[in-house]
Protein backbone atom coordinates (compact mmCIF):
# COMPACT_ATOMS: atom_id res chain seq x y z
CA UNK A 1 0.00 0.00 0.00
CA UNK A 2 1.44 3.25 -0.92
CA UNK A 3 1.16 6.52 1.63
CA UNK A 4 -1.37 8.21 -0.79
CA UNK A 5 -3.65 5.40 -0.17
CA UNK A 6 -2.93 4.87 2.88
CA UNK A 7 -3.15 8.41 3.97
CA UNK A 8 -6.94 7.83 2.26
CA UNK A 9 -7.35 5.27 4.72
CA UNK A 10 -6.65 7.14 7.65
CA UNK A 11 -8.99 9.88 6.86
CA UNK A 12 -11.92 7.65 5.98
CA UNK A 13 -11.01 6.30 9.29
CA UNK A 14 -10.97 9.78 11.36
CA UNK A 15 -13.89 10.83 9.54
CA UNK A 16 -16.26 7.63 10.05
CA UNK A 17 -16.31 8.75 14.16
CA UNK A 18 -17.37 12.24 12.80
CA UNK A 19 -19.54 11.84 9.87
CA UNK A 20 -21.10 8.36 10.04
CA UNK A 21 -22.60 9.36 13.14
CA UNK A 22 -25.28 5.61 12.97
CA UNK A 23 -22.47 3.04 11.63
CA UNK A 24 -18.82 3.78 12.97
CA UNK A 25 -17.89 0.34 14.49
CA UNK A 26 -18.35 -1.77 11.45
CA UNK A 27 -16.90 0.01 8.58
CA UNK A 28 -13.64 1.11 10.83
CA UNK A 29 -13.08 -2.47 10.87
CA UNK A 30 -13.34 -2.69 7.44
CA UNK A 31 -10.95 0.18 6.91
CA UNK A 32 -8.20 -0.18 9.72
CA UNK A 33 -7.47 -3.74 8.57
CA UNK A 34 -5.52 -2.76 5.65
CA UNK A 35 -3.16 -0.24 7.94
CA UNK A 36 -0.91 -3.30 8.90
CA UNK A 37 1.99 -4.56 7.67
CA UNK A 38 2.00 -7.25 5.54
CA UNK A 39 2.55 -10.50 6.76
CA UNK A 40 1.26 -9.31 9.99
CA UNK A 41 -1.77 -10.83 12.17
CA UNK A 42 -4.19 -7.78 12.28
CA UNK A 43 -6.20 -7.26 15.44
CA UNK A 44 -9.20 -4.83 13.97
CA UNK A 45 -11.09 -5.67 17.04
CA UNK A 46 -8.24 -4.52 19.75
CA UNK A 47 -8.44 -0.84 17.64
CA UNK A 48 -12.33 -1.09 17.14
CA UNK A 49 -12.72 -1.18 21.26
CA UNK A 50 -10.36 2.08 21.18
CA UNK A 51 -12.73 3.43 18.63
CA UNK A 52 -16.09 2.42 20.99
CA UNK A 53 -14.27 4.77 23.93
CA UNK A 54 -13.96 7.64 21.19
CA UNK A 55 -17.52 7.18 20.29
CA UNK A 56 -19.28 7.40 23.71
CA UNK A 57 -17.79 10.01 24.74
CA UNK A 58 -18.47 12.60 21.63
CA UNK A 59 -22.11 10.72 21.86
CA UNK A 60 -21.92 11.46 25.78
CA UNK A 61 -23.23 8.17 26.66
CA UNK A 62 -22.40 6.04 29.55
CA UNK A 63 -20.51 2.82 29.67
CA UNK A 64 -22.33 -0.10 29.49
CA UNK A 65 -23.23 -1.40 33.37
CA UNK A 66 -26.62 -3.38 32.64
CA UNK A 67 -26.17 -6.90 33.07
CA UNK A 68 -27.89 -10.42 32.23
CA UNK A 69 -29.70 -9.94 35.97
CA UNK A 70 -31.04 -6.45 34.43
CA UNK A 71 -32.34 -7.66 31.27
CA UNK A 72 -34.01 -10.14 33.12
CA UNK A 73 -35.18 -7.95 35.67
CA UNK A 74 -36.62 -5.63 32.60
CA UNK A 75 -38.15 -8.28 30.85
CA UNK A 76 -39.93 -10.51 33.58
CA UNK A 77 -41.29 -6.97 35.13
CA UNK A 78 -42.97 -6.17 31.59
CA UNK A 79 -44.08 -9.35 31.34
CA UNK A 80 -46.00 -9.64 35.26
CA UNK A 81 -47.46 -5.48 34.65
CA UNK A 82 -48.68 -6.92 31.49
CA UNK A 83 -50.42 -9.82 33.06
CA UNK A 84 -52.58 -7.12 35.59
CA UNK A 85 -52.93 -4.13 32.42
CA UNK A 86 -53.79 -5.96 29.86
CA UNK A 87 -54.55 -9.55 29.83
CA UNK A 88 -57.28 -9.42 32.92
CA UNK A 89 -59.71 -7.73 30.58
CA UNK A 90 -58.31 -9.74 27.31
CA UNK A 91 -59.21 -13.23 29.41
CA UNK A 92 -62.98 -11.76 28.96
CA UNK A 93 -63.12 -12.79 25.51
CA UNK A 94 -62.06 -16.10 26.41
CA UNK A 95 -59.10 -18.16 26.97
CA UNK A 96 -59.16 -19.80 23.15
CA UNK A 97 -58.60 -16.49 21.65
CA UNK A 98 -55.96 -15.62 24.19
CA UNK A 99 -54.03 -19.56 23.38
CA UNK A 100 -53.90 -18.05 19.46
CA UNK A 101 -53.06 -14.65 20.31
CA UNK A 102 -50.23 -15.94 22.49
CA UNK A 103 -48.98 -18.54 19.58
CA UNK A 104 -48.67 -16.03 17.44
CA UNK A 105 -47.43 -13.34 19.15
CA UNK A 106 -44.67 -15.52 20.70
CA UNK A 107 -43.63 -16.40 16.75
CA UNK A 108 -43.55 -12.55 16.53
CA UNK A 109 -41.30 -11.90 19.54
CA UNK A 110 -39.09 -14.85 18.81
CA UNK A 111 -38.58 -13.52 15.14
CA UNK A 112 -37.70 -9.98 16.53
CA UNK A 113 -35.19 -11.13 19.16
CA UNK A 114 -33.39 -13.08 17.05
CA UNK A 115 -33.27 -10.17 14.21
CA UNK A 116 -32.05 -7.75 16.75
CA UNK A 117 -29.54 -9.93 18.21
CA UNK A 118 -28.07 -10.45 14.56
CA UNK A 119 -28.10 -6.64 13.73
CA UNK A 120 -26.92 -5.94 17.65
CA UNK A 121 -23.64 -8.61 16.42
CA UNK A 122 -23.08 -6.74 13.33
CA UNK A 123 -23.71 -3.03 14.32
CA UNK A 124 -23.35 -3.04 18.03
CA UNK A 125 -23.68 0.73 19.14
CA UNK A 126 -26.77 2.11 20.84
CA UNK A 127 -29.01 4.40 18.73
CA UNK A 128 -32.15 2.27 18.65
CA UNK A 129 -33.66 0.70 15.56
CA UNK A 130 -33.10 3.94 13.90
CA UNK A 131 -29.13 3.47 13.41
CA UNK A 132 -30.41 -0.37 11.73
CA UNK A 133 -32.59 1.90 9.15
CA UNK A 134 -30.16 4.30 8.48
CA UNK A 135 -27.46 2.37 7.79
CA UNK A 136 -29.75 0.79 5.41
CA UNK A 137 -32.12 2.89 3.91
CA UNK A 138 -30.35 5.94 5.06
CA UNK A 139 -32.24 9.18 4.94
CA UNK A 140 -36.08 9.95 5.54
CA UNK A 141 -36.62 6.11 6.48
CA UNK A 142 -34.66 6.09 9.17
CA UNK A 143 -36.48 9.62 10.18
CA UNK A 144 -39.76 7.97 10.03
CA UNK A 145 -38.98 4.88 11.46
CA UNK A 146 -37.36 7.24 14.50
CA UNK A 147 -40.31 8.83 14.92
CA UNK A 148 -42.70 5.77 15.28
CA UNK A 149 -40.28 3.80 17.47
CA UNK A 150 -40.27 7.23 19.70
CA UNK A 151 -43.92 7.66 19.74
CA UNK A 152 -44.32 3.80 20.83
CA UNK A 153 -42.38 4.64 23.62
CA UNK A 154 -44.56 7.66 24.72
CA UNK A 155 -47.73 6.03 24.00
CA UNK A 156 -46.79 2.80 25.84
CA UNK A 157 -45.52 5.80 28.99
CA UNK A 158 -49.34 6.97 28.55
CA UNK A 159 -50.83 3.72 29.18
CA UNK A 160 -48.62 2.95 32.57
CA UNK A 161 -49.44 5.76 33.58
CA UNK A 162 -53.10 5.93 32.61
CA UNK A 163 -53.15 2.38 34.48
CA UNK A 164 -51.43 3.75 37.98
CA UNK A 165 -53.68 6.18 38.29
CA UNK A 166 -56.99 3.66 38.09
CA UNK A 167 -54.83 1.76 40.35
CA UNK A 168 -54.34 4.23 42.98
CA UNK A 169 -58.13 5.51 42.50
CA UNK A 170 -59.12 1.96 43.50
CA UNK A 171 -57.12 2.14 46.61
CA UNK A 172 -57.42 5.23 47.72
CA UNK A 173 -61.63 5.37 46.26
CA UNK A 174 -61.40 8.79 45.40
CA UNK A 175 -63.17 10.48 42.22
CA UNK A 176 -61.62 10.25 38.83
CA UNK A 177 -60.40 13.74 38.49
CA UNK A 178 -57.83 13.06 40.98
CA UNK A 179 -56.06 10.84 38.18
CA UNK A 180 -54.34 13.56 37.45
CA UNK A 181 -52.93 13.78 40.45
CA UNK A 182 -51.85 10.43 40.49
CA UNK A 183 -50.22 10.95 37.04
CA UNK A 184 -48.33 13.71 37.44
CA UNK A 185 -46.69 12.06 40.52
CA UNK A 186 -46.00 9.08 38.75
CA UNK A 187 -44.16 10.62 36.34
CA UNK A 188 -42.22 12.68 38.41
CA UNK A 189 -41.29 9.66 40.69
CA UNK A 190 -40.24 7.78 37.66
CA UNK A 191 -38.11 10.84 36.46
CA UNK A 192 -36.10 10.82 39.24
CA UNK A 193 -35.78 7.21 39.78
CA UNK A 194 -34.20 7.16 36.04
CA UNK A 195 -31.38 10.68 37.13
CA UNK A 196 -29.62 7.44 37.68
CA UNK A 197 -29.96 4.43 35.22
CA UNK A 198 -28.18 1.76 37.59
CA UNK A 199 -30.22 2.81 40.65
CA UNK A 200 -33.22 2.15 38.01
CA UNK A 201 -32.13 -1.59 36.95
CA UNK A 202 -31.32 -2.35 40.35
CA UNK A 203 -34.76 -1.44 41.29
CA UNK A 204 -36.10 -3.20 38.32
CA UNK A 205 -35.01 -6.23 39.61
CA UNK A 206 -36.08 -5.69 42.93
CA UNK A 207 -39.51 -5.21 42.18
CA UNK A 208 -39.21 -8.28 39.41
CA UNK A 209 -38.25 -10.36 42.24
CA UNK A 210 -40.78 -8.91 44.31
CA UNK A 211 -43.78 -9.17 41.67
CA UNK A 212 -42.82 -13.22 41.02
CA UNK A 213 -43.57 -13.95 44.45
CA UNK A 214 -46.39 -12.06 44.02
CA UNK A 215 -47.70 -13.74 41.52
CA UNK A 216 -46.61 -17.26 42.24
CA UNK A 217 -47.73 -17.50 46.06
CA UNK A 218 -51.63 -16.78 45.37
CA UNK A 219 -50.84 -19.56 42.84
CA UNK A 220 -50.05 -22.38 44.61
CA UNK A 221 -52.74 -21.38 47.35
CA UNK A 222 -55.60 -21.38 45.31
CA UNK A 223 -54.50 -23.89 42.99
CA UNK A 224 -56.40 -26.99 45.02
CA UNK A 225 -59.72 -25.30 44.12
CA UNK A 226 -58.79 -24.54 40.29
CA UNK A 227 -61.22 -26.87 38.14
CA UNK A 228 -59.99 -27.02 34.20
CA UNK A 229 -63.68 -28.52 33.26
CA UNK A 230 -64.36 -24.41 32.92
CA UNK A 231 -61.68 -23.12 31.80
CA UNK A 232 -63.51 -22.37 28.47
CA UNK A 233 -66.72 -21.14 30.35
CA UNK A 234 -67.06 -17.09 28.94
CA UNK A 235 -69.61 -15.02 30.12
CA UNK A 236 -70.89 -13.16 26.96
CA UNK A 237 -73.01 -9.98 27.61
CA UNK A 238 -75.23 -8.94 25.18
CA UNK A 239 -76.41 -5.16 24.17
CA UNK A 240 -79.96 -5.59 25.62
CA UNK A 241 -77.86 -6.46 28.81
CA UNK A 242 -78.51 -10.07 28.35
CA UNK A 243 -75.76 -12.80 29.63
CA UNK A 244 -74.94 -16.44 28.72
CA UNK A 245 -72.04 -18.60 28.93
CA UNK A 246 -70.13 -20.30 26.33
CA UNK A 247 -67.95 -23.07 25.67
CA UNK A 248 -66.72 -22.39 22.52
CA UNK A 249 -62.78 -22.08 21.86
CA UNK A 250 -63.40 -18.38 20.26
CA UNK A 251 -66.71 -17.81 21.86
CA UNK A 252 -66.88 -13.96 20.05
CA UNK A 253 -65.21 -15.95 16.57
CA UNK A 254 -62.68 -14.72 15.03
CA UNK A 255 -63.26 -10.59 15.34
CA UNK A 256 -61.22 -10.34 18.51
CA UNK A 257 -57.86 -12.57 17.46
CA UNK A 258 -56.55 -9.23 16.08
CA UNK A 259 -57.28 -7.40 18.82
CA UNK A 260 -56.21 -10.12 21.34
CA UNK A 261 -52.74 -10.29 19.00
CA UNK A 262 -52.47 -6.66 20.00
CA UNK A 263 -53.13 -7.00 24.14
CA UNK A 264 -50.67 -9.44 23.87
CA UNK A 265 -48.00 -7.90 22.00
CA UNK A 266 -48.26 -4.48 24.02
CA UNK A 267 -48.03 -6.13 27.25
Not at 102 to 109: D, G, P, Q, Y
Request: aromatic share 12%.
Amino acid sequence: MDRKEKSGVNLTTRQLGLVAKWYPFQKEVEQLVPQGKPGRKHRPMLRLERRKGVYLEKRKLLPAFAKSIHVWGFVVGTVISGEFVGFNSAYAYGLGSMIVAHVFTSLLMITVSLTLTELATAMPFASGSASYANAAFHGSVACIIGYAYTFDMVFIGAEATNFVGIAFQTIFNTELQYNVLYWIASVLLCSVINLSPKLTLNLLVCLSAISCLLAVIPLCVVSQNFDFSSVFNTTITYSDGTTAVSTAFLPYGIKVLFYRCRIRYTC
